[in-house]
DNA sequence: AGTTTTTGTCGACACGCGTCGACAAGTAGT
DNA sequence: ACTACTTGTCGACGCGTGTCGACAAAAACT
């Protein structure tokens, strides 16, 4: 491995010259830095990390803190952390895939105190959430994917969940439904809250009714959920769902009963992965979470705060695209609820 | 940040007594440890990370190399990378996850020569794999999650084919049925390959018969194997999907077509993640993938192969366990293929 | 012409730790 | 009682950087 010293003596500069050519914090003539680069590259010179790290204090290293569910990471994160790795990587950092154990908060402080991570990433944010007034105590820079009921100047990406829902009720206004039902959670986690009252919004505007039916996060309950529909609610002709895995859950049921997706009814998902996408047939319409993007803004929002560009803008909210697929069609003329 | 010397101070010994208290690479007396000890936790102590990794050359990181696909991550790493991270924390290391951009080897060695990563964990393998002769000519420790055609004694962990494969015939041969049929992909992996023989040798010694059913990594493709099977195959009793996407789209087509799972046709699956299973209705019946388990098992032997534990074991074979669920069920006494 | 500012470069130092050699004190073997 | 080895501790050094202060040379002002 070359050292920086190496490539000094090659390029005939001082060894402190290098360092000011690299990271051009100071000025250097514009011939002595094409003789510097010249050497690393003939040398294909990198700086050693660590010592980078214990000389500037700056590791370049994020941790994206995963809440170790019963799975461990859950599905979504994977686009997130794709995301938020590639835009990392863009800009010279690395993403540490962190499974935090429970509240374990205090080690991630002293992590971030010796040196070894520069920032954190947060996901699965709760409306309260412990873990962002200690990291504030804290002191440790973070992002948020998604956002507390209250956040302040905090940093977030977070879904545009009116927009998002608009989206979804508008094409299905278009394709003539009046009558849907919504699949939803209640977690505490504050998405279902916050879409939810976007949806019935929405529908309010364009003069829908709208029956809720609440599931839990599984296939069966979503399932169970079609049962319920087409006992109670058979004049419904559209269902959005705002949840991935019932949706699942919610086809099964269709098909056991002979309902005909799109032709019966029409089916929009708004917080679908694309992993669960190509996995339904029909394929899926959705509201797309462009999970990825988000996941690259959070890097870069945090970067930017970590190298002190206070004055960027640092929340951001994506709605996603509709994307029109197979479960998806216009109202039938004799259904009754037209 | 507490630092060594501080720590020293207040155990009044000195800084290198605490090192060798700490790393137990020289015998200190036991009164002493325990005063070192106690004024570690005193001071919330931990080394600095890149101290260490500048000192002592060892970073005490390994990389995870995830192959960038289409989606990014695949879903089966999530659990790989769920089980190697834990493995790697227990054992005081750190999991970085690299979404390596095609063959940048040559980056990975760099950071391995500058004391960024200690090891590389590699999943989806080929028979003929570039990037593990890369790293053994740059003798770059690493570990595969899966395995070439031709391992010799590199380090791998790897599905139990010729087990896996076994349970589930052996479960089908328990309910009665004879007559089944699989579905497989021939990517060049290697695991299709190793499955698919595995699998017709288990159903030849149980004198079963086994057609081929061959499918794209896609839930449309697995809808195509059902309906293809309903056609050439009606005496067809059971069903073996060695591939997790094209199993529900399969499941889907036997909905659609009024063929009930698993009365008129048994399921099981050989190749489905945790997060697959709870996705589908009714849930399925498989020989699960220990996919965490193996994470961890990766983490351990490439953390032995670093810290110079040759002559531990360093490949290991899971085949996981028989899960019982929803989609498979006696044959039916009146069925054709009985 | 003299003074101040800018540009370009260098040497020195600190970051916090691992580890080597030295050495005093104790133990074991003759 | 002398040597030989072991135990327990310490001080010193080096790992490869980032960065500060110094300073000569050049440029920009009076």
Redesign the pocket.
Known sequence: ?A???EVAKLA??????V??A??G?????EE?RKRVLKAVAQLN?R??FA??A???GKSKTLALLSPSGEFGIALIALEYINGASAAARDRGYHLVIWPSQESEMSEIQTFAESGMISGVILMEIKFKDDRVDYLKKAKVPFAMIGRTENPGKDSYVDRDFIAATQLGIDYLHTLGHKKIAFLTTDRAIGVDTRFSSALLEAAKKKKMTANKLQVVNEASSGRDAFIELHKKYSDVTAVVSLNDIATLGFISGANEYGVNIPKDLSLIALDTPKNHIEMSWPPLTTVNLPAYEMGRAASNILIDQIEGKENKQNQELHAGDLVIRGTTAKVRPQAKGN
């Open positions: 491995m050292t920086r010293a005939g500069v001082s060894a402190s010259t360092s000011y690299l990271s914090d100071r000025s250097i003539k002595t010179y700086p050693h010592a980078g214990l000389a500037g």
